[in-house]
C-alpha cells in the first residue's frame, strides 16, 4: 500500500519554478512531521525542506532558503514544495518524506523518516 505519493517533477531553465506534491494518508499525515529529501546519482539522501505537524514550525537547509517554500494542506492531507529561481545544481530525485520527528528542524537525518514516496525527477537546465 502506498503511504506517500509524490508529483511535479520534471525540466525545467535556470531561473524557473516549479511545485512538487505529496499525498498522504490521513493516518500518516495526522500525526508526522512532513518534507522534502534530495538524492543525485552516487550521492546521499539530503533534507531540503520540512514541516511539523499542524505547521507549527518549518526549516529548510541553507541552499534552498529563500527560495523554496513548504507547504501542508491539513484538509487535504497534501504536503507542498514551491521551488522558485530554480539552478542547475538542485537538479535531483526529490522524495516526500513522513517523520515522527515533532520539529521540522528535527527531521533533517535520513535515519528520522518512517515513510518515503516513490521520488519524482527535477532537472534544472542552464
Known amino acids: 500500500q502506498v503511504q506517500l505519493a509524490d508529483t511535479g517533477g520534471g525540466l525545467v531553465q535556470a531561473g524557473g519554478s516549479l511545485t512538487l506534491s505529496c499525498a498522504s494518508s490521513?493516518?500518516?499525515?495526522?500525526?508526522?512531521?512532513m518534507g522534502w529529501f534530495r538524492q543525485v546519482p552516487g550521492g546521499e539522501r539530503e533534507f531540503v525542506a520540512g514541516?511539523?505537524?499542524?505547521?507549527?514550525?518549518?526549516f529548510y537547509a541553507e541552499s534552498v532558503k529563500g527560495r523554496f517554500t513548504v507547504s501542508r494542506d491539513d484538509s487535504e492531507n497534501m504536503v507542498y514544495l514551491q521551488m522558485n529561481n530554480l539552478v542547475p545544481d538542485d537538479t535531483a530525485v526529490y522524495y516526500c518524506?513522513?517523520?515522527?520527528?515533532?520539529?521540522?528542524?528535527?527531521?533533517?537525518?535520513?535515519?528520522?523518516?518512517?515513510?518515503w514516496g516513490q521520488g519524482t525527477q527535477v532537472t534544472v537546465s542552464s
Open positions: 518524506a513522513a517523520s515522527p520527528a515533532h520539529t521540522a528542524d528535527a527531521m533533517t537525518p535520513m535515519s528520522t523518516v518512517r515513510y
Open positions: 490521513k493516518r500518516i499525515f495526522d500525526i508526522y512531521s
Open positions: 514541516v511539523s505537524r499542524i505547521g507549527i514550525s518549518t
